[in-house]
């Protein structure tokens, strides 16, 4: 007997369309109202951008785990087109599927005012992102392997950057001034839309970050070490924007599998505005520039890692207890799913940050658990957003089983990075570069290239869950 989609939610007990309106099984709780027409019709043009992102980067991420999986790495001898290959892939899984799923909640959570201004907002990210994707191809360009927003010297790629950054600046101004009316500001609701506005106020100031470096840095400086420190303060910046959406989503996605978070709307609220006052130190720190880059660039290290545990370690712990000691949650549920995956990178993430000492892969290792838990949040998202966008709901079976296939993926990848990076391999290598001499590094690597090719397997699922529930739109009013 085949058994429905409809019908496995009812038996998991899940109603297919839960928290559509935000009212389901667990009350209006961590949760946004459904937002007009036009809203979802924005948000889902922002989500397609974010998806067609991910679709580029899982393609480049292939290549790059086997360029450096061992004895598979010597069928790839082209150690520019690796750093082509990562350029790409890192700036589409990170900075254009991060901002464009901002763009997303940003719509989601704006009223219907300057709609215009917003499908502006997204034709320019959009044609930023076509010029970046386009720019290996159309013309010869050296790889540049700054941090936070490696780059390829060409004209293209700079100018798709440019354009990409003005659509983000436009989608971030209007966030800010489509103010919903007073009554979606109640209980619950206001304090994800708290957390979705601190997060456009810390890309305002990461936005001027960059100008702001723009203007200060020397340019005479070597040319990878000028885009580092162009994008320095910046990127530092907008992990804390990244991590404002996401610290939000968990308190969404929480509440939608059923967790009995124990905090008052107020003081979830309060925890979110905490995560966003470290961003307003930034203009202390170019005001006091003094020409010695070194110290510019340990303030904003500290910056990070003092202020990026604000918020996420009690806001966290409250939602852990909420899962621990809420109502019973069927196991098939894709929120739940994300959210402990998510939860889990992160945290092992930010441990790894505390034995960071060197540039070797351990700083990798790092950056791909709060990474891998920010794409788990956002993905968890989508599943729970996709009804609420007018669509199907997501497999159930396979939604569910997705989020911990790319995290266990996750967790072997930076398991051997881990490994490999205290035994000193370097990081932004390939092949013989690496310089694998002994069993520990080559194992370490190897473990690192098994995971990556499980956690894409688990990046496959989610594409085809969202294009199965998105190729049948429902009709609504």
Known sequence: ???????????????????????????????????????????????????????????????????????????????????????????????????????VLWSLNSSSRYAGVGWLALALAASGAAMIVLSPFVGAGKPLMSNYVPVIQSNLFLSGLVVFSAGMAVLVLRSLIAVPSAELWQEGEGSIRIGFYAASIATLFALAAF????????????????????????????????????????????????????????????????????????????????????????????????????????LGLAVIYGIVTGGRTAAANPQRAALLSSMLLFAVGGGISLFIRDSNTIITAHYHGTGGAISLAFMGLTFHLLPRLGYREPDLKWATLMPYVYGAGQLLHIAGLLWSGGYGVQRKVAGAAQGLHGFAQTAGMGLMGLGGLIAVIGGIMFLVVFFKAMRRPVQQK
């Open 1 to 103: 007997m085949k058994i429905t989609n409809e019908l496995r939610y009812q038996q998991a007990g899940i109603k297919e369309g839960v928290d559509v309106t935000g009212e389901g099984k667990y009350g209006r709780e961590f949760a946004l109202s459904t937002p007009s027409a036009a809203g979802r019709k924005l948000a889902s043009g922002w989500l397609w951008l974010g998806i067609a992102s991910l679709l580029g980067a899982g393609l480049f991420a292939i290549l790059l785990v086997l360029a450096r999986t061992p004895y598979i790495q010597d069928v790839f001898p082209w150690v520019d087109f690796f750093h082509t290959a990562l350029v790409v892939h890192v700036d589409l899984s990170v900075l254009l599927w991060f901002m464009a799923f901002a763009g």
């Open 211 to 314: 100008g702001w470096s723009y203007v200060m840095i020397p340019k005479d400086l070597e040319i990878t070490q000028y885009y580092d420190l162009l994008f320095w303060g910046g990127g530092h910046v907008l992990q804390f924007t990244y991590s404002l959406l996401m610290l939000a989503g968990w308190l969404w996605l929480a509440d939608a599998c059923g967790a009995k978070i124990p905090l008052t709307p107020r003081v979830a609220s309060i925890l979110l505005v905490l995560g966003l006052l470290p961003v307003f130190y930034v203009p202390v720190i170019y005001l006091n520039y003094n020409g010695i880059l070194g110290d510019y660039m340990e303030q904003f290290t500290q910056l990070m890692r003092v202020g990026g545990s604000f918020a996420p370690v009690p």
